[in-house]
């Protein structure tokens, strides 16, 4: 990467009329974010990764073939949402246990405690993914319009596994403790299975393909670890 300092992002970090300035920060058209998950959630509901895809048919008391309108962003149901939630923070609190070590100047003393204490985490995702395709569920119900006249026809096609955006967030965390410690998912058959299917994903795939993708560096210049 090219030579910089703090003077670069301080001189322009007022000039762009974001609420709380920090990095990342995100600008589409009026709307301007920062904070990581209120970037992602934002991306996410643009592309209606947000919500579970279930069967919305009929009972709108509207004209027929009228769908019900999707769900509220996080979820179809209470335990959907409690899911999309709950893990979306998880994750960030695993992310930063690596984070912290990584920045730390006793790196190498902390590394082991780490290592040690890796398996026990993962085992507590691993437990929450459960036979599930994705982290939200698997559930396969018709997409938006499935319905004539209030009531419910065969799907055509069918709405695909409900991917949502936690899901990214996972392979990303998932993806650094894999290339910190190569092993350590080897235990776990269903993140493996999770990792390749999402890595699989068509627009994933060539995009990690592409010139575009770089898998290091993962940390900051200044880290002990994933900073080159």
Not at 72 to 79: F, H, L, Y
Not at 180 to 204: I, S, T, Y
Not at 206 to 227: D, L, V
Request: proline share 9%.
């Amino acid at each position: 990467a090219p030579d910089y300092d703090k003077s670069q992002w301080i001189k322009e970090k007022e000039k762009l009329g974001l609420d709380f300035p920090n990095l990342p920060y995100f600008i589409d058209g009026k709307t301007k974010l920062t904070q990581s998950n209120a970037i992602l959630r934002y991306i996410a509901r643009k592309h209606n990764m947000c919500e579970c895809r279930g069967c919305r048919a009929g009972g709108t008391g509207g004209p027929a073939g009228r769908s019900r309108a999707p769900p509220p962003a996080g979820g179809d149901t209470e335990e959907e949402k409690v899911r999309v939630d709950m893990l979306e923070n998880q994750v960030m609190d695993f992310r930063m246990s690596l984070v912290m070590v990584c920045y730390n100047p006793e790196f190498e003393k902390l590394k082991p405690g780490y290592l040690e204490q890796l398996p026990g985490k993962l085992k507590l995702f691993s437990s929450f993914l459960g036979d599930r395709k994705w982290f939200v569920g698997d559930k396969v119900g018709c997409r938006p319009g499935g319905a004539r006249g209030g009531h419910p026809q065969p799907c055509s096609p069918p709405a695909p596994p409900q991917l949502t955006f936690v899901d990214f967030l996972m392979f990303d965390v998932l993806d650094q403790n894999r290339i910190f410690e190569p092993k350590c998912l080897e235990p776990f058959k269903n993140l493996q299975d999770f990792m390749e299917r999402f890595g699989a994903l068509e627009k994933v795939a060539a995009y990690m393909k592409s010139s575009r993708f770089t898998k290091m560096p993962i940390n900051n210049k200044m880290a002990k670890w994933g900073g080159k």
